[in-house]
């Protein structure tokens, strides 16, 4: 059987001004890290003139990588105009449910022996699911907390004053707000990583001392501070 021109239609696949400028992102990143290193390793003394950054479209006007911030505007203005892509989302996003984080969280414990993920990792990656079901935060603004950005705390459990509770506000920066959000968040996971990481001012060594110590005394709050010389360092 010999088909005919008639059996075939052409359909183009990018239809989107986004894809596009992704493209010109990654590229940009290729030609920085495999072409432009080599020259910076050569002359150290001009490494921002060795540098290619990727600048969007709707940026600040940059004092360097000029070229580049020109190229996306051109993509997303003129590109898009001439072959009608769109600049609208051309997907649905749909909200990832509670059961869809259950179920992640638990084929991590319950697999680990396949997924051959040490238990470091697989805490952060626990912690990074929870942080994206509360706060919806975009990936990148993900595995990078640091020390600094949580507080710890004990306080008197309002219910019966007789009992603490503890609490902690992470702090995430995000992304394209350019602002930060503060989640409050359970305690266990960032515990057992900070007594893990000796990163406790008081150098709590197991659960019992942290669970009993300090004494509030005659205050309703206390804040649990980190060692000096772990703020800068990633917890998960």
């Not at 997907?91 to 984080?101: N, V």
């Not at 197991?206 to 005394?217: I, K, R, T, W």
Request: net charge neutral; with cysteine; glycine share 2%.
């Amino acid at each position: 059987m010999v088909l005919g021109p008639e059996e075939y239609e052409e359909k183009r696949m990018l239809n989107s001004a986004s894809t596009v400028l992704a493209a010109w992102c990654a590229l940009i990143k290729e030609a920085d890290l495999m072409v432009l290193r080599d020259k910076r390793q050569e002359e150290p003394t001009s490494d921002d003139k060795s540098r290619l950054r990727f600048r969007n479209y709707n940026a600040k006007p940059p004092s360097s990588s000029i070229s580049v911030f020109e190229i996306s505007k051109w993509v997303w203005s003129n590109l898009a105009a001439e072959h009608g892509l769109s600049k609208e989302i051309t997907f649905e996003k749909l909200e990832a449910t509670a059961e869809d984080a259950i179920i992640i969280l638990r084929t991590l414990w319950e697999r680990a022996a396949e997924l051959e993920i040490d238990m470091k990792m697989r805490i952060a990656f626990h912690a990074n699911v929870l942080l994206s079901a509360m706060g919806g935060f975009q990936p990148s603004t993900l595995g990078k907390v640091r020390y600094r950005d949580i507080l710890l705390s004990v306080m008197r459990n309002p219910a019966d004053t007789k009992m603490l509770k503890h609490a902690s506000t992470i702090t995430i920066l995000r992304n394209k707000l350019k602002n930060s959000l503060h989640i409050k968040s359970k305690c266990h996971l960032i515990v057992a990583c900070a007594i893990q990481d000796d990163a406790f001012e008081a150098s709590y060594t197991n659960a019992d001392e942290f669970l009993n110590m300090p004494a509030l005394g005659n205050v309703d709050y206390i804040e649990l501070p980190w060692k000096e010389k772990k703020l800068d360092d990633f917890i998960f």
